[in-house]
């Protein structure tokens, strides 16, 4: 997997809140911090991928975006993080 530092990043982020409903992902959220955005960078991802995935507001990094769109995870479990099913 050529993503693997991008998925491993994303997993290394504390999740601040997370949403699903109905067997769907809605959001998972880290605060969008300085140390956060260097680490997101450092992985390999874009400035306008994580304005992407940033709220209105911009307090808030939702991990869903950049895992689900910009990497090869294609699932999010609480305790183990994004990961790509086959």
Do not use: P
């Not at 699903?20 to 991802?45: I, S, W």
Request: charged content about 30%; overall charge negative; glycine content about 6%.
């Amino acid at each position: 997997m050529k993503d693997t530092a991008k998925i491993k990043a994303i997993n290394s982020l504390e999740v601040i809140e997370w949403s699903a409903g109905l067997g769907e992902l809605e959001y998972v959220l880290a605060a969008r911090t300085d140390e956060n955005l260097q680490v997101l960078l450092a992985a390999g991802f874009t400035g306008e991928e994580i304005a992407h995935a940033t709220d209105d507001g911009e307090m808030e990094i939702d991990l869903s975006t950049l895992a689900l769109n910009y990497t090869s995870a294609n699932c999010w479990d609480k305790d183990k993080g994004f990961y790509q099913e086959e």
